[in-house]
T-cell receptor
Framework: EPEVTQTPSHQVTQMGQEVILRCVPI?????FYWYRQILGQKVEFLVS????????KSEIFDDQFSVERPDGSNFTLKIRSTKLEDSAMYFC???????????????FGPGTRLTVT | RKEVEQDPGPFNVPEGATVAFNCTYS??????FFWYRQDCRKEPKLLMS???SGNEDGRFTAQLNRASQYISLLIRDSKLSDSATYLC??????????????FGQGTILTVHP
């Protein structure tokens, strides 16, 4: 069964450093997302991406964050200068299809645990 | 009012029990509804989409009441492997809201022998 993969599974970084989290969405999916979950809290939307551009982003997704699809398979989330409060589990998700207002099922990767020290 | 609200539980039930989870959402324009399950420190896994007509998948039954903005999940004949956190998830829809899922806090279920 096709699945979303993410690397690394755990990333430890120092405050102020840049990190890049990588995701390989399901191959025939066209819509890609990043979510995060701070320990003990709910899953929060960060950004959606389609056709090589951001479709929507949340208030959390400020200028320190960026996303990219550098090739036909990878989808990355970059945090330019990490803060302590960026420590969380970051999940990538993808979906096959979508039309305005209707979301089709999103499938999540196993996540990258980011620890900022 | 929270966008998606769930009873956090925990629910502790014996194997074989029937358990029901409830969820309410605040945005009446919401268009897509889902139940996900999440095991400890793992990713959310899609359990089922929820349709207005209600839908069933084996031991799991989901219902949607748009007028009351209420979603439910019923698990029959609980198994030990059903122990997890159950997430009520809503897509607000409309405007430019492509695919943004809004998650509830989750309801913790523990099934014991």
């Amino acid at each position: 069964e096709p699945e979303v993969t993410q690397t690394p599974s755990h990333q430890v970084t120092q405050m102020g450093q840049e990190v890049i989290l990588r995701c390989v969405p399901i191959s025939n999916h066209l819509y890609f997302y990043w979510y995060r979950q701070i320990l003990g809290q709910k899953v929060e939307f960060l950004v959606s991406f389609y056709n090589n551009e951001i479709s929507e982003k949340s208030e959390i997704f400020d200028d320190q964050f960026s996303v990219e699809r550098p090739d036909g398979s990878n989808f990355t989330l970059k945090i330019r200068s990490t803060k302590l409060e960026d420590s969380a589990m970051y999940f990538c998700a993808s979906s096959q299809n979508e039309r305005q207002g209707i979301t089709y099922e999103q499938y999540f990767g196993p996540g990258t645990r980011l620890t900022v020290t | 009012r929270k966008e998606v609200e769930q009873d956090p539980g925990p629910f502790n039930v014996p194997e074989g029990a029937t358990v029901a989870f409830n969820c309410t959402y605040s945005n009446s324009a919401s268009q897509s509804f889902f139940w996900y399950r999440q095991d400890c420190r793992k990713e959310p896994k899609l359990l089922m989409s929820v349709y207005s007509s209600g839908n069933e998948d084996g031991r799991f039954t989901a219902q949607l009441n748009r007028a009351s903005q209420y979603i439910s999940l019923l698990i029959r004949d609980s198994k030990l492997s059903d122990s997890a956190t159950y997430l009520c998830v809503v897509n607000k829809g409309g405007g430019t809201s492509y695919g943004k899922l809004t998650f509830g806090q989750g309801t913790i279920l523990t099934v014991h022998p």
